[in-house]
């Protein structure tokens, strides 16, 4: 069965940092998902799923250009974990972010109606990130 682990969401300060962290695991040999080729998306409250971020398997990166130059993402192959880093986080970045693996075959659409999930991809149950002004 394939999991996806999230972590380090949490409340923090406008101007602080936090770096979200996403383990894939139980993926095997014919599986529909492609875990090289994965990405973050953010639910702020009311709203549609916005692709905050991906990274593909040549290392080809997106940033929406709301977190530009804040955030930035990387994998560590070893681990089998791609990050996350967001710096400089402001009341906007408030959301549900989740760490999403695609399907084979399909891209990440850069915004996904509220109640348009999966969108074919694998998503993980998703990590709360709140700043305070």
């Known amino acids: 069965e394939v999991q996806l682990a999230e972590s380090g969401g949490g409340s923090v300060q406008a101007g602080g940092s936090l770096r979200l962290s996403c383990t894939a695991s139980?993926?095997?040999?014919?599986?529909?998902?492609?875990?090289?080729?994965m990405g973050w998306y953010r639910q702020a409250l009311g709203s549609d799923f916005e692709l905050v971020s991906s990274?593909?398997?040549?290392?080809?990166?997106y940033y929406a250009n709301s977190v530009k130059g804040r955030f930035t993402i990387s994998r560590d192959n070893a681990k089998n974990t791609k990050y996350l880093q967001m710096n400089n986080l402001k009341p906007e970045d408030t959301a549900v972010y989740y760490c999403?693996?695609?399907?084979?075959?399909?891209?990440?659409?850069?915004?996904?109606?509220?109640?348009?999930?999966?969108?074919?991809?694998?998503w993980g149950q998703g990590t709360q990130v709140t700043v305070s002004s």
């Open positions: 139980g993926l095997t040999f014919g599986d529909p998902y492609d875990d090289s080729n």
């Open positions: 999403v693996i695609a399907r084979r075959g399909k891209v990440f659409r850069l915004l996904v109606p509220a109640g348009g999930k999966p969108d074919f991809h694998y």
């Open positions: 990274i593909g398997s040549d290392g080809t990166t």
